[in-house]
C-alpha cells in the first residue's frame, strides 16, 4: 500500500466524516451543532452503497481509500460515521493513519453508554447485515456489561427505503412494524439504532416501541467523542475563529437525487455536493 500524503493540520482543519450514504449526515449534523465553530468535510460513498451488503475486505478497501482522501484534504480528525465501516475496517484505518489524526468510530460509545446503564438488562440492535454478522456490539457492550443480554436483529430494507426517501409514510411504518415485531426483539430494555441513517426514522421507531424501551441514537455520543479527542489535542478550533459560519464542503462517490435532496433535512438547506470519484 502507497505511503499516506498527510498534509498539515491545525485547528483550523476541517474534521473528516464519512459514510456510504446520507445516514452519516446525521452524525455530520450533530458535529455541527456540537462544535458550531469547526469546518466539516464529508465524503458519502454513494457509488457502493448500501455498505451493510458488502463484503469486510470490500468495507476495509473503501474506508482506506476514503481516509487517505480525508487526510490527503488535511483533515484533523476521521470519524467513521457508519456502523458496517465501524465494524470491520477500525483497526485497519486507524494503523493506516498511526497516530498522526485520531479516529473515532460510531459503535464504541453508543456501546459503552448501553453497557454501563443496561448491564442486567436486554438491549436490541438493528442493523445492517454487515455488523450483525460481525457480533461487535455484543463484544463491545460485553466489555462493560458481561451479563447484558444482547440480541442483534438485520435490517437490510431500512437502509435501502430511507436513501430512495421513503421514511414517515405508511411504507415505512409497514417495514419497521415488520422487523421490530420480531420474537427476538420483544420485552427489550433498549433498542440501539445500530446505522446511522436509523435516526431519520427515530420517532417512527419510538412511536412502535414500548415507552420503557429507550431507543439509543449514536450520533450526539459520537459528536461528543469528537470533542473530547480534538480538545485533548488542542485542536478545537473555538470561538477565536470568529463569527463568520464555517464553510463545509461535501463530496459524493456518485452524484444521486435522492441524496441531493435529503440534504436539506440536516443542515435546512440543499447543500452543495461535488463529485468525487476515488475508485475511476
Known sequence: MDSLNFSPVNAQSPIGIFDSGIGGLTVAAAVARKLPAERILYYGDTAHLPYGEKSPTALRSYAEGITDFLVSEGCKAVVIACNSASAVATASVKKRVGKSVPVIDVISPTAHYAGLKYGRGKIGVIATKATVNSRIYARRIG?????AKVTMLATPLLVAMIEEGFFNNNISKAVIASYLDRANLRDIDALILGCTHF???????????????????????????????LGKRGLLRGNAAGKAKPEHRFYVSDLTPSFSESTKIFFGKKLKLQQRNLWA
Request: include cysteine; hydrophobic fraction near 40%.
Open 199 to 229: 435516526p431519520l426514522i427515530k420517532s417512527e421507531i419510538r412511536m412502535h416501541c414500548a415507552q420503557r424501551t429507550e431507543v439509543i441514537d449514536s450520533a450526539e455520543m459520537i459528536a461528543d467523542r469528537t470533542a473530547e479527542a
Open 143 to 147: 466489555k462493560y456489561a458481561p451479563d
